[in-house]
């Protein structure tokens, strides 16, 4: 089990964070990323894009740490985007339906 999840982040402006995940979330990891995504949640911050191309595997924790962004979102007009999903990962979004809920780029272009 891969516990070793690494971020990359980029400011592409004041209020336009990217945000690079490499690794598996999971339960085990999943706190790790709601901590580099919490400070993010700010009125000030107006899009977030997580790019998810090197993340190989990620369960219920790791949706839900995504959905909590997507609240954010919701709440403060922000805007929350993934990117780069792979197949298998793609597949767990859309089979809970979430994939119609999200605003997911299929590259990881910004």
Do not use: C
């Not at 919490?38 to 191309?53: F, G």
């Not at 190989?56 to 922000?78: K, Y």
């Not at 990962?89 to 979430?98: E, G």
């Amino acid at each position: 089990m891969d516990t070793n999840l690494k971020f990359e982040r980029s400011d592409l402006s004041a209020n336009n964070i990217q945000l690079r995940v490499f690794g598996d979330v999971t339960i085990h990891t999943s706190t790790r990323l709601r901590e580099q995504l919490k400070p993010l949640y700010t009125t000030k911050t107006q899009r977030i894009h997580v790019q998810l191309d090197h993340v190989d595997f990620m369960d219920s924790s790791g949706i839900a740490t995504l959905v909590e962004g997507l609240q954010w979102s919701r709440l403060t007009g922000g805007k929350f985007i993934l990117s780069g999903l792979k197949e298998n990962v793609r597949d767990i979004f859309s089979l809970a339906k979430l994939d119609t809920v999200f605003d997911i780029e299929d590259t990881s272009q910004t």
